[in-house]
């Protein structure tokens, strides 16, 4: 085939843009705070070929990596292509060789054994190091400084796992990095791994569990003394990949699963919960604990997001139609039993943001990504198709929230938080806004938020002078914390 295809993947906000560059002093309007000095980093995925199939999703496009670097009031962006073995090979080649998401069946004879990982989900600094990640594989190591990519990260060659999360969760006090892989055994298998990393980024534990079933494991939780694993029945299957098919499909009259075990324990130890069938969630916010109970706050929905997983499971709902609420999922390790508690925090939403300090522990707000009804319809982007158009605070405690909604014809993408360095001071948030222009045309923006007042609106914004494709997630490096790089 020639070009690339006319869906919702390829258009609008998701047309590809594949060109690498470094832009200096991007023009302010406002005022950068000072104290905001550091890198922010974002996973973009953009296709570097045209995709083998007409069908193909944002989900398999080539990562790349972005970064505001912000000094003295002045910023920078940089962007650059993960260069993963796939992205090399296809590159040699001038096309795509990869097939379908995540099914190896449909890819170019020639690529077979080749890593098929694109790295194109989650910027994460641990140990001095830069990684980009993506579930389906291990991650790519990126030099923060020159963007250049560094090679495949095993952990020195120790992680037995065939993959790594794109959610791994840092614990604030210890430094460590609690991770897991799952299909840890290979294609559509239900081998779990746990592992966790000391604060240097060396490997000093990796355990293995089965799951009851092959589930889309997109994101975990901890607290000080346990690690929570929610399953939920997005699954995969052997045979439908080999005829060609999708790799995961929704099914709705499954149960989910949460599976918790003690973060230094051994997985014998792990305990099932039975949850409610159907429902699906891809991030969550946090969790810990409150005497003896444990609480998971949640994104959840009554069925999966993407569409082409609920298409694959026979489900046919309009995304308008789907229903869900931030969730807190209460277990009381106490008591004996299978079952949970369940109750609303807030609005429907994803892509949550937490403060690292907050992290397992008890927490007074965090924020995330909704949708401002007086925003008109969202603009089409993003991995579901439609882009988020307001930002919102929760505070789960009092059940308080503030809003920032924005303008109909914007959307904006997961934020990030950048710590005051006075301690009683809420710090910032950074937000890459954009607004449409035209059917095709978009302009973007960094937006600086005061995270102590997000209605405010933006106290500074820096002007790109060329459109962003959207990102997954990000992440906020300080320049004190850069200085630690290998
Ligand atoms: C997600 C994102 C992915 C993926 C699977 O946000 C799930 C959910 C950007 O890639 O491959
Ligand atoms: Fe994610």
Known sequence: MGGFPHSIHFTGLNKPIRAEHAVRNLEIIGEIPREIDGAFFRAVPDPAHPPIFEDDILLSADGMISRFSIHDGHVDHDIRFVETARFKAERAARRALFGKYRNPFTNHPSVEGVDSTVANTTPVWHGGRLL????????????????????????????????????????????????????????????????????????????????????????????????????????????????????????????SWVAIMPRYGKVDDVRWFKGP??????????????????????????????????????????????????????????????????????????????????????????????????????????????????????????????????????????PVHVPSRDADKAGWLLTVVDTQMGEDDFRSELWVLDAGDITRGAVARALLPVRARPQVHGVWVSSAELARTR
């Open 132 to 255: 980009m990640t993506k579930e389906d594989g291990h991650a790519y190591e990126v030099d923060p400084a020159s963007l250049a990519t560094i090679g495949s990260w095993t952990f020195n060659g120790r992680l037995r796992s065939q993959t790594m999360t794109a959610h791994p969760r840092l614990d604030p006090v210890t430094g460590e990095m609690f991770f897991f892989g799952y299909e840890a055994n290979g294609l559509c298998t239900t081998d779990i791994a746990y592992c966790i990393a000391d604060k240097s980024g060396e490997l000093v534990s990796e355990q293995w569990f089965k799951a009851p079933y092959c589930a889309s494991l997109h994101d975990f939780a901890i607290t000080e003394n346990y690690a929570i694993f929610p399953l939920f029945p997005t699954t995969a299957d052997l045979a439908r990949l080999k005829a060609g098919g999708e790799h995961w499909a929704h099914q709705q009259d499954l149960e």
């Open 277 to 414: 069938k159907g429902v699906s969630a891809f991030h969550l916010v946090n969790a810990f604990e409150d005497g003896g109970l444990v609480h998971l706050d949640h994104c959840l929905s009554d069925t999966c997001a993407f569409a082409f997983m609920r298409e694959a499971g026979g489900i046919n709902r309009a995304p308008q139609d789907i229903k869900g609420a931030l969730t807190r999922w209460t277990f009381d390790m106490a008591k004996p039993g299978d079952s949970f508690v369940e109750r609303p925090l807030g609005p429907p939403g994803d892509l949550p943001r937490l403060r690292d300090a907050d992290q397992g522990r008890a927490y007074e707000s965090a924020w995330y990504l909704t949708m401002n009804p007086q925003g008109g319809p969202p603009i089409p982007g993003g991995p579901v198709g439609a882009m988020f158009n307001a930002l919102v605070e929760v505070f789960p405690a009092t059940g308080r929230l503030a809003m920032l909604g924005l303008k109909p014809g914007m959307g904006l993408s997961e």
